[in-house]
T-cell receptor
């Protein structure tokens, strides 16, 4: 049973379109993340939610909007897609709370390869 | 800007040798340290986590942490061609993760 799943796995679309990527985790974790990995393989954090609350909101275009309907799901909606949005997007989860203490490892989904033409 | 630095490589070692991967970080308050392995076209998978100074061993892998020097390393003993991948160092403070750019490891037969 997949721990962190993402849909779709591949997404090919044209510039200007709006698309969504969905993520679900069945690990019972409190925190979920979205990362972008570009062609140079750098893994850049975009957003993080803890129990449906946005806790990390890095500098990304406001065309990107995360939404967490519950703590097991974190979706990413992208408006007006641009060529530079082409990348692999990874969802991840971890058993972290906002309390001080250990920060736990993250488990990654399989990724969504987005190609904007 | 909190940073995690890794040598991009590639690091090339012969099969059976020890591969040594290094990582430095800038934020002294960092709490948790992780090594992930990423094969081409796949997602990162956790290899090791380490939270306190010293060594932590798991099979052929040993993670070493020196908080005073802000340095974390990963040793892979008896390297195998299947270890060829990109190794990502990650540092977390509370729930905030920062990844290095990764070191490419090539293990040749």
């Amino acid at each position: 049973d997949t721990a962190v799943s993402q849909t779709p796995k591949y997404l090919v679309t044209q510039m200007g379109n709006d698309k969504s990527i969905k993520c679900e985790q069945n690990l019972g974790h409190d925190t979920m993340y979205w990362y972008k990995q570009d062609s140079k393989k750098f893994l850049k954090i975009m957003f993080s939610y803890n129990n449906k609350e946005l806790i990390i909101n890095e500098t990304v275009p406001n065309r990107f909007s995360p939404k967490s309907p519950d703590k097991a799901h974190l979706n990413l909606h992208i408006n007006s897609l641009e060529l530079g949005d082409s990348a692999v997007y990874f969802c991840a989860s971890s058993q972290d709370g906002q309390a001080l203490g250990y920060s736990y490892e993250q488990y990654f989904g399989p990724g969504t390869r987005l190609t904007v033409t | 800007q909190k940073e995690v630095e890794q040598n991009s490589g590639p690091l090339s070692v012969p099969e059976g040798a020890i591969a040594s991967l290094n990582c430095t970080y800038s934020d002294r308050v960092s709490q948790s340290f992780f090594w992930y392995r990423q094969y081409s076209g796949k997602s990162p998978e956790l290899i090791m986590s380490i939270y306190s100074n010293g060594d932590k061993e798991d099979g052929r892998f040993t993670a070493q942490l020196n908080k005073a020097s802000q340095y974390v390393s990963l040793l892979i003993r008896d390297s195998q061609p299947s270890d060829s991948a990109t190794y990502l160092c990650a540092v977390k403070k509370y729930y905030i993760p920062t990844f290095g750019r990764g070191t490419s490891l090539i293990v040749h037969p």
